[in-house]
């Protein structure tokens, strides 16, 4: 798809933005409230359209019900949360040091109920995006392990590092506890870093940030993702501009987002499309309604 037409694209996915139905708002936040079980996966052929949670906010002190709040107003199907917030609904310590030890204690009963009310809005927690993880001594990585686990998480999320000793732990635990980590890459990060990680264990993937490929390989992620799909956990939604361009509105960068979307979605892959908002948010407007928008974007190439 040509740059022009992508930008056409976003003008016709932003003039056909509804308001969410408030209806539907309410009912999903009441769900939430009550007891229920996990929400059913989504039908074949659908694309999960998730938000990098609280970092699109730009609020990592966000509590995890203000969180659910946002995610449901918005329509997303899934999230990728990173821990901060759940661990201060466990009465997590602020010092790091305090922090480290309290994880070897801690009890993971309680997630249980966070979990639960994530499920009955319709919110899985699909990603754990876990800080630190090549920090953490081997008790605290079976730790993350186990909450992200017990979050329902299909897959941990961290920074791709570029030591091969990084990679091979954190994959021999990823092996261990047969629970995928997506390494996250930058512009700087190219198809071979992965593909090494790849090499080091079987549970070792890729969150393949769409923006951030374009930008820093100067081609299309499409080759990659079609050849590794099978170790992509979830893909970041961010437009770009090739030669480390800026991040842009949706549609106006040289990213291949409707392409992508439609990969997934033609060839039913259990990627989520997680949203990942970084760019600017232009004045008179507002960060939840620039997400919105984006959410639009990619609803309207899938329809």
Known sequence: MHLQTRRDFAKLSLAALPAVGLLSVMSR??????PTQAPPPPPPGSVRIG?????SFRDSRMSGDEILKNCVELGLDGIELRTQPVEAFLGAPTTAEQLTQWRKCVSLEPVAQFRQKYAAAGLPIEIVKVDGLFQMADAELDYAF???KALGGRAISTEISNRDDDLKRIGSF???HQLMVGYHGHATTTPADWEKAFSFAKFNGANVDLGHFVAGNNIS???FIQQHHERIT???VKDRKMHNGPKTPFGEGDTPIVEVLRLIRDNQWNIQATIEFEYPVPAGSSRMAEIARSVKFCRHALA
């Open 29 to 34: 936040l009441s769900a939430a409230a009550a």
């Open 51 to 55: 938000l990098n949670v609280p970092h």
């Open 146 to 148: 186990a909450l992200a």
């Open 174 to 176: 990823a092996d261990k």
């Open 221 to 223: 992620p499409v080759p």
């Open 234 to 236: 979830h893909v970041h």
